[in-house]
């Protein structure tokens, strides 16, 4: 994956990658001015393990409602640019895939979301990393 390539990219907000792959983004996103979230599936062991690290790790405000709903709300809030690395999917994916589709799809709907709100500006970018 060329990491340039995604972080401009107006049409992808979630892809999956390799750990070195996520690795190469982060550095690219960090020298472009992004600020870079690291997420642990292995932390996510059900929803609501799930959005609790969310919510942590990317330091959602106090009246965060703890449902998917609210994680859209927040994430469509954020500032600038952001970059999102969720380690060992693989994980998840084995334990409760339909959790780990849920999430992508919100992902990608916040990361579209954002991008139409700021009319074409990238602002949210998420990576499965296996």
């Known amino acids: 994956m060329e990491a340039e390539k995604f972080l401009l990219s107006t049409e992808d907000f979630c892809a999956d990658a390799s750990v070195t792959e996520g690795e190469a983004l982060s550095a690219s996103a960090l020298a472009r001015g992004w600020k870079v979230y690291r997420l642990d ?30 994680v859209m709300d927040c994430l469509t809030d954020f500032d600038g640019k952001s970059l999102v690395l969720v380690a060992d999917c693989a994980l998840l994916e084995k334990s409760d895939p339909a959790l780990l589709a849920d999430f992508r799809d919100v992902m990608d709907s916040a990361g579209r979301s954002l991008h139409e709100f700021r009319k074409g500006a990238a602002g949210l970018k998420t990576i499965f990393l296996r």
Do not use: S, V
């Open 41 to 70: 599936a292995r932390r996510m062991t059900d929803k609501k393990a799930l959005l609790d690290h969310l919510a942590a790790e990317l330091a959602f405000p106090a009246y965060f409602g703890g449902n998917w709903d609210a």
